[in-house]
């Protein structure tokens, strides 16, 4: 069975950074594509970044030179390191997996169950 645990959530100010991690059990993380995406109140899920089997990555224009999406295949961890936070960054903050889609909009099968990120001015 699939599992997607994220961690390393929490509160920072404005301009600081925080790393998300994502532990992957029931499957390799060679073999899918991973992404990051986030929820925010009364928004829409959107995707952040993605990285695939190849490890191409990509990114929403939002988070372009401010995230770095990265995996380690041999820990099956997944993470994300935001750096020059922003308020509007704020949001609940998933790990998903996905054998076969790809992509910032793709519809992913397996998803963890999130990390609150908080960022204030």
């Known amino acids: 069975q699939v599992q997607l645990v994220e961690s390393g959530g929490g509160s920072v100010q404005a301009g600081g950074s925080l790393r998300l991690s994502c532990a992957a059990s029931g499957y390799s993380t060679s073999w899918y594509c991973l992404g990051w995406f986030r929820e925010a109140p009364g928004k829409e899920r959107e995707g952040v970044a993605i990285v695939g089997r190849d490890s191409s990555t990509s990114y929403a224009d939002s988070v372009k030179g401010r995230f770095t999406i990265s995996k380690d295949n041999a820990k099956e961890i997944l993470y994300l390191q935001m750096d020059s936070l922003r308020p509007e960054d704020t949001a609940m903050y998933y790990c998903?997996?996905?054998?076969?889609?790809?992509?910032?909009?793709?519809?992913?099968?397996?998803w963890g169950r999130g990390t609150q990120v908080t960022v204030s001015s």
């Open positions: 998903a997996a996905d054998p076969f889609r790809c992509g910032l909009g793709s519809p992913y099968k397996y």
